[in-house]
């Protein structure tokens, strides 16, 4: 009788251990709740007037041209400072940027000068690439991204397409969840996205990592209820 | 110097281009002498190939003997003046092209490159095509296209605008919209 009391009693390193995990779990996944809840919140209005600093990341071709289209019709001076992140392997897309920036300039539009960066980061995985190869090359662009958001820590992120956002926007939610930097994440999914969504734009609605996710197509209105849509931009 | 105005007058280019990729079976699509003797037969005089990292090279002509003037190119940094000029674009699907195609309101037959793995592509211009803003086709159906194509039916493209993002974002932030 007292030894069968004595082991409903007894409290072992190894089941503290187990309680504190579980208990560790639980509050993380309370702050991660807490986190998404908060995500679909509007920036509290105390706060407004001063600019955001903003991730502005751009994807191959038609991406670009999206993006562009889109800045040129924010408030620069909102938006600011810019930081502009490009996959190492394209070439044109940052040279796009500089170009467009620096019209900005000369119309007037911008306050400081020569404050944007431009940046290149590594792929997670090249067209064609073996799965092998992609996870080490994924873990060096994990690695590489979290190196530029300690860097840069946007309060603005705006994406619209290629799987470099993914790596961006993943450290910008975890450090949302330590509570390093409160990201706002946006993305607007691409034009030639009808019917279906893109991987990226997939992987940031189901996980309710964007704060704002815009879509151009009626279609994908009814298929994903959250998204916003937004009409054509081009 | 009257001549050369009238050649410039009589002059309508179709414009075929697949940006960046590899699409030889669209070049050699429209290479063939179906394909050419139907546009051709249309009033066209001229065609310009764009040919991209294709590996297929069509035979340039002349245009003598009653038949269009062929004329090929790999890549260009803007292709703006080539399609500002032509009269009829042939074009892959990608948005770029497209775009840039119906901003300058030129006729447009879209060809889906069926090669492509996970061709989101052939989704905006099946739709694009279905609003009656261009005409859709496969490599294989381009004959076909070009033969029963009407351009009076094509609907001009009204250009996007990104404002309402632009109103959504600020409102999110709680910034001024002006």
């Known amino acids: ?234 | 110097m009257a001549e050369a105005d009238e050649d410039l007058k009589s002059r309508r280019t179709v414009f075929v281009t697949v940006g960046t990729t590899c699409f030889d079976s669209l070049v050699r699509a429209v290479d063939t002498q179906e394909v050419k003797e139907e546009l051709f037969k249309k009033g066209y005089t001229h065609l310009l190939i764009q040919m991209g990292r294709g590996s297929y090279i069509p035979a340039k002509s002349t245009g003598e003997n009653g038949s269009l003037e062929v004329d090929c190119f790999t890549f260009s940094s803007s292709i703006t003046d080539y399609l500002r000029s032509a009269s009829l674009v042939i074009s892959h699907a990608g948005s770029g092209s497209i775009f840039e195609t119906l901003r300058l309101q030129k006729p447009l037959i879209v060809v889906v490159n069926e090669d492509l793995m996970d061709n989101h592509q052939s989704e905006l211009a099946e739709e694009l095509a279905e609003r009656k803003h261009l005409f859709c086709a496969r490599p294989q159906t381009l004959y076909q296209t070009v033969a029963d194509m009407d351009l009076g039916s094509l609907i001009p493209y009204q250009p996007g605008d990104a404002a309402p993002v632009a109103k959504l974002l600020n409102s999110f932030l709680g910034f001024p919209d002006d």
């Not at chain 1, 751009?58 to 938006?79: C, P, R, Y």
């Not at chain 1, 620096?102 to 944007?116: D, I, T």
């Not at chain 1, 994440?185 to 990592?209: C, D, G, T, W």
Request: glycine share 6%; charged share 15%.
């Open chain 1, 1 to 234: 009788m007292e030894n069968s009391n004595n082991h409903c009693l007894s409290i072992t390193p190894s089941s503290l251990v187990l309680l504190s995990i579980i208990g560790f779990i639980t509050l993380i996944l309370i702050r991660v709740l807490y986190i998404i809840h908060r995500s679909s919140q509007p920036r509290s209005a105390s706060s407004q007037q001063k600019p955001l600093s903003t991730l502005i990341v751009l994807g191959s071709g038609g991406h670009t041209a999206e993006m562009i289209n889109l800045l040129n019709v924010l408030q620069k001076n909102s938006f600011t400072p810019r930081y502009y992140i490009a996959a190492a392997t394209d070439n044109m897309s940052l040279q796009k940027a500089q170009v467009l920036e620096s019209s900005w300039l000369s119309e007037g539009g911008v306050e400081e000068v020569g404050s944007a960066k431009f940046m290149q980061i590594y792929r997670s995985r090249e067209v064609g690439q073996s799965y092998i190869t992609s996870v080490g090359t994924t873990l060096i662009a994990l690695a590489h991204a979290l190196w530029l958001m300690i860097k840069i820590r946007p309060h603005v992120i705006l994406c619209n397409g290629p799987g470099t956002c993914i790596p961006l926007c993943a450290i910008a939610f975890i450090f949302k969840i330590l509570g390093i930097r409160w990201s706002y994440i946006f993305y607007v999914e691409s034009i030639a996205r009808v019917r279906r969504l893109s991987l990226s734009a997939l992987l940031l609605y189901k996980l309710r990592m964007a704060d704002q996710l815009f879509v151009q197509w009626p279609q994908l209105k009814s298929k994903y209820h959250r998204a916003h849509y937004v009409g054509r931009l081009m």
